[in-house]
């Protein structure tokens, strides 16, 4: 099994990895970046921007690290195998069992 390609977790090389793994999306990840950093400009939260770098940085490895089809076969047995709702919490606070 190969060792998976690992991104540092930044707008620069998240946005390098795109552009030589996924150029398609660039624009959205430019688009929400932008934003992001415009948004912390009026208000200087930078939550939005550490959530743009997180979710577009799981996205950059799924790119480089796909899901192999073995994987997948787990992950499609344990979605069978538990019910709607089963990690919703219950009345008072507690998780419901199957």
């Not at 430019?30 to 200087?44: G, N, S, V, W």
């Not at 790119?63 to 992950?75: D, K, W």
Request: proline share 8%; hydrophobic share 45%; glycine share 6%.
């Amino acid at each position: 099994m190969a060792l998976p390609i690992e991104v540092e977790r930044t707008g620069p090389a998240i946005r390098a990895a795109l552009l030589e793994f996924s150029p398609d999306e660039v624009p959205d990840f430019d688009a929400e970046f932008h934003t992001a950093l415009a948004e912390a400009d009026d208000d200087f939260d930078l939550s939005r921007i550490d959530r743009v770098i997180g979710r577009w940085w799981r996205v950059v490895h799924l790119r480089l690290n796909p899901v192999s089809e073995q994987e997948r076969a787990v992950a499609d047995r344990a979605a069978v195998a538990m019910p709607e709702g089963a990690l919703r919490r219950g009345d008072g606070g507690q998780v419901p069992h199957p």
